[in-house]
């Protein structure tokens, strides 16, 4: 699986609430339209970390830069490439 | 008269900065203005607060008195599930963490039982009002000139003066020792209280869940609400919002109150079905400030005197508590000859207790300003640290600033570190925002001049 498969189905399958998990995909708005509350975003980005190895540093936790699956690849590429 | 201390404000900060320099071998005088007990806000300690009652020997007090035992605090978010909590803990002789009690309490019995202490301990107790204070040639505070219960007025001179008069700000008032007194960052905030009969508490038998815990519901930023237990019947709930949302509203503060209890929180309302009120409901409009220079020579102002910045997580009684702790070795040194000649013999405390306050205010401002990294830090990646924050250890022999602070204080300045500079008085180098900047409007009007007592900054009954 790609990173941007991977993180669709670990949204779809452990974060989403009261959402149709099939109606989630790369440009979905995660956070603004309240898919994923505060808690799950925490476990989004514990697994990001677990499954990168990259740390999102302190000053990097910031909801815009979890808005979309796109975004959060784009992050995880920006913080590699460091 | 002469005393080598005098103390203006018999509350928390002036009945502990009495007792903790009883132990230092000196006996102040204590003036105060009003008949104890009397109503007051702000009930809630931390771990490091309760601390500071133990360490004046007061735990079997506190116990004998029922005070309700706080063993942590919830916070709950706008879902159900971002919620959090942060247990109440204290730090052992090798900085292990444990789990411990702190207090809530009745401020009218808890602020009594702490003068009445400081009285029987030998401090004495004078019946009047402050009005300025008396100051040598070289500008050193000498005393102050008092009008007594009689109605006489009495020149009560001292070799320290200490303003505990809470956010009456009686010494910064006056103009005549400290610095300006400046609007704090969140003197746009207004906070509405009351006491609520019969409210739902919790109770499985955990101390996540332990009845007496402290509740923080917020809706959305800077409007939220606490939820502190008094008894076993009686919560303090405040519901705290920004002026203009409250002012927009055209309601009385009561109808405000009792529509915000049903309207706030969902999980607030359903823990007050039937509102039944068993206090006014009170109102502090505008409630943050600093003032600087708040040492100097001849006189020391402790807790709210010299700064107040937000209510949320209950930091009050802690600081004054603590700063009084500390005041008083230094008072005893200053007694003993040290620093007799320095253009600021207290700088050293002044510079502590500034750095201290420094970090809550990086604290609550982080709270609004970064939820989520603010979430993160506490439920996962600086959990322990957090955990010392919300316990008031905040001083840097506390291991302060810690890497979550640091974290905090990166995010807060975007283009780089937030820091604030402590070289010259005036002049604090803030990145962001602009809580420190002398331009910024000082609460220096002639109407803050005429409040004198902190009831009547407190506003109406």
Redesign the interface.
């Given at each position: 699986m790609s990173m941007r498969q991977e993180l669709l189905h670990f949204i779809r399958s452990e974060l989403v609430g009261g959402t149709d998990p099939n109606s989630i995909n790369e440009q979905t708005q995660l956070i603004d339209s309240g898919v994923i509350d505060s808690m799950a975003l925490m476990r989004l980005i514990t697994f990001v970390e677990e499954r990168t190895g990259v740390r999102i540093p302190d000053d990097e936790v910031l909801p815009d830069n979890f808005q979309t699956v796109e975004e959060i690849e784009a992050l995880i590429a920006r913080l590699k490439s460091r | 008269m002469k005393s080598e201390v005098v103390i203006v404000g018999g509350g928390p900060a002036g009945a502990s900065s009495a007792m903790f320099l009883l132990e230092q071998g000196v006996k102040p005088v204590i003036l105060e203005a009003e008949d104890f007990p009397r109503y007051h806000i702000g009930e809630s300690m931390t771990g490091a607060g309760g601390k500071a009652v133990r360490d004046l020997g007061l735990e079997a007090e506190m116990y004998k008195r029922g005070y309700p035992t706080k063993q942590g605090v919830n916070v709950y978010?706008n879902?159900e599930?971002?919620s959090w909590w942060v247990p109440v803990t204290g730090r052992d002789e090798n900085w292990n963490l444990f789990a411990w009690d702190t207090w809530q309490v009745r401020r009218s019995d808890f602020d009594k039982m702490l003068l009445d202490e400081a009285v029987k301990r030998g401090a004495t107790l004078l019946k009047g009002k402050a009005q300025k204070p008396i100051l040598a040639d070289d500008g050193t505070v000498v005393g102050l000139e008092a009008k007594m219960a009689d109605g006489g007025v009495q020149r009560m001179m001292s070799d320290v003066l200490l303003d505990c008069s809470g956010q009456a700000t009686w010494l910064a008032n006056t103009k005549m020792a400290t610095g300006p007194k400046y609007l704090g960052a969140y003197d746009k905030q207004i906070a509405i209280f009351s006491q609520v009969r019969g409210a739902i508490r919790d109770h499985d038998g955990t101390r996540q869940k332990h009845k007496d815990n402290t509740i923080i519901f917020y809706k959305k930023k800077y409007h939220w609400a606490w939820f502190i237990p008094l008894d076993e019947d009686v919560v303090s709930v405040g519901i705290v919002i920004p002026s203009s949302y409250f002012l927009d509203r055209k309601e009385t503060p009561h109808d405000f109150y009792v529509r915000e209890l049903h309207e706030l929180h969902p999980l607030l309302a359903a823990r007050i079905p039937e509102i039944e009120l068993a206090e006014a409901v009170h109102v502090i409009p505008n409630y943050s400030f600093q003032v600087k220079n708040f040492c100097g020579r001849g006189f020391m102002c402790i807790g709210d005197s010299h700064r107040f910045i937000d209510p949320i997580f209950s930091f009050g009684l802690t600081v004054a508590m603590r700063e009084a702790q500390f005041a008083a070795p230094v008072i005893r040194s200053y007694l003993n000859g040290e620093n007799r000649d320095a253009a600021n013999p207290f700088a050293a405390h002044q510079l502590r207790c500034e750095k201290g306050i420094d970090i809550l205010e990086d604290v609550l401002d982080s709270f609004w300003e970064?939820?989520?990294?603010f979430?993160?830090?506490v439920?996962?990646?600086y959990t322990e640290f957090m955990t010392d924050m919300f316990a008031g250890r905040i001083y840097e022999h506390e291991r302060q600033p810690s890497p979550a602070l640091?974290?905090f204080r990166?995010?807060l300045g975007?283009e780089g570190m937030r820091e604030a500079s402590y070289e010259n008085d005036d002049l604090y180098s803030v990145p962001i925002g602009s809580r420190y900047h002398p331009e910024r409007a000082p609460l220096w009007e002639e109407d803050a001049a005429d409040v004198e007592t902190t009831e009547a900054w407190l506003g109406p009954r």
């Open positions: - | 978010g879902s599930r971002s970064h939820p989520l990294a979430a993160l830090f439920h996962s990646r640091f974290a990166k995010l975007r």
